[in-house]
């Protein structure tokens, strides 16, 4: 499978807690972006890297929130001390370049109880 | 801020067309996707304009007009399967800015 994918698919957590998210972009794209997505919304941007550079970030993006890039490949979004508000599907997407498609993984979707 | 419009929800039966607008205001542009979602699967693409005019592929086929900041997105001989959410996204420098998007739902 030569797509964007993300682990894990599910998440369940207990409020409180901290959970990591992975996601490995289709292996030639340099740009790689991070979007929340609650039932019924389309996703909202939460950050963008090019290569390992993590170049914006959204306002939605609390000091809980944190991702990394390290070596401009895989990328790993990290939420600390979750929340139920957090319970959201977490997308990630890739691009070769800025005005090409984004290619969506399948998502993480993470339950806070 | 931003703000990209699309209807909540659109009905149609199969066979036929159906146009679903999007309109936006951004403080900048760089192109507009529009993108299908299934629920409970990522979204896919399906178009992207960037100059004025009409993208045709195959049944799909989408519209842009920068100075009306307005898009459609226009499907034709729609099938079941076509069922699903229709996104639109405008890319502004850095990141891609998502309606809400309109759920489709064909009837046979």
């Known amino acids: 499978d030569t797509g964007v994918s993300q682990d894990p698919r599910h998440k369940i957590t207990k409020r409180g807690q901290n959970v990591t998210f992975r996601c490995d972009p289709i292996s030639e794209h340099n740009r790689l972006y991070w979007y929340r997505q609650t039932l019924g919304q389309g996703p909202e941007f939460l950050t963008y890297f090019q290569n390992e550079a993590q170049l914006e970030k959204s306002r939605l993006l609390s000091d809980r929130f944190s991702a990394e890039r390290p070596k401009g490949s895989f990328s790993t979004l990290e939420i600390q001390r979750t929340e139920q508000g957090d319970s959201a599907m977490y997308l990630c997407?890739?691009?070769?370049?800025?005005?090409?498609?984004?290619?969506f993984g399948q998502g993480t979707r993470l339950t806070v109880v | 801020g931003q703000n990209i419009d699309q209807p909540t929800e659109m009905t149609a039966t199969e066979g036929a067309i159906v146009q679903i607008n999007c309109t936006y205001q951004?403080?900048?542009?760089?192109?507009l996707f529009w993108y299908q979602q299934h629920a409970g699967e990522a979204p896919t693409f399906l178009s992207y304009n960037v100059l004025d005019g009409l993208e045709e592929k195959g049944r799909f086929s989408s519209f842009l007009s920068r100075s009306k900041g307005y898009s459609y997105l226009l499907l034709k001989e729609l099938q079941m399967k076509d069922s699903a959410s229709y996104l639109c996204?405008?890319?502004?420098?850095?990141?891609?800015?998502f309606g809400t998007g309109t759920r489709l739902q064909v009837f046979p």
């Open positions: 951004t403080s900048g542009f760089n192109g």
């Open positions: 996204a405008v890319r502004l420098r850095r990141q891609l800015i």
């Open positions: 997407a890739s691009s070769l370049a800025q005005n090409t498609e984004a290619f």
